[in-house]
């Protein structure tokens, strides 16, 4: 991006451009870059708007499981050991991404168990920090299993009090696919 800038700049020296790491991944980058057509469809100049989104994109979250270890093992993020006796046990681990970096949420022993734990984290996360969910836009994330996502979102909406991003369908990409495996569940905001 940032070659891209100097490229344009040769030619078009007035051009205003701003490359933002946006420290965001996959459905909440699909997001933020919703919010910067609003900015300008909302009348923001270009400054203000470069200076409202490097001010929110800290504020980006995704809460997530997977449906196997495996992948996560793969990629160095789990010991085997440890995804043998998760995968014999069923744990489903909940995943938290914010500031580019993730971290863990916690472990439950069910699938359903890992979606029902999600809504609460994001349930706590806004009450912990006196943060209003109206501020915020919501989308859910997944690979492959639409109708698990359709229901998922369903579960969530009733569970947090919300309605969801209906205009995005959030697939996650294929750099985070291979971190995840092909069964990630979540939700960015």
Do not use: W
């Not at 490229?7 to 701003?18: T, V």
């Not at 681990?93 to 914010?98: A, G, R, Y």
């Amino acid at each position: 991006a940032v070659a891209a800038k100097s490229q344009i700049l040769e030619q078009y020296p007035d051009a205003a451009i701003e490359v933002i790491d946006s420290t965001l991944n996959t459905v909440t980058e699909g997001l933020f870059v919703n919010e910067a057509v609003r900015m300008r469809d909302d009348g923001l100049t270009f400054n203000e708007a470069v200076t409202a989104l490097n001010q929110i994109k800290s504020t980006g979250r995704i809460y997530f499981t997977v449906g196997s270890l495996e992948y996560l093992v793969k990629n160095g993020r789990v010991g085997k050991l440890a995804t043998i006796a998760g995968d014999r046990l069923s744990i489903k681990p909940i995943i938290i991404m914010k500031d580019g970096e993730i971290s863990l949420g916690g472990i439950t022993r069910s699938h359903e168990k890992a979606k029902k734990n999600i809504f609460k984290l994001v349930n706590n996360f806004f009450e912990d920090n006196k943060l209003s969910k109206e501020d915020y836009t919501f989308t859910i994330g997944t690979g492959y299993d639409y109708e698990e996502a359709k229901e998922f979102q369903l579960a969530f909406e009733e569970a947090c009090n919300i309605t969801c991003n209906k205009d995005i369908k959030a697939l996650i990409g294929t750099t985070i696919g291979c971190h995840t495996g092909p069964h990630p569940l979540g939700i960015g905001f």
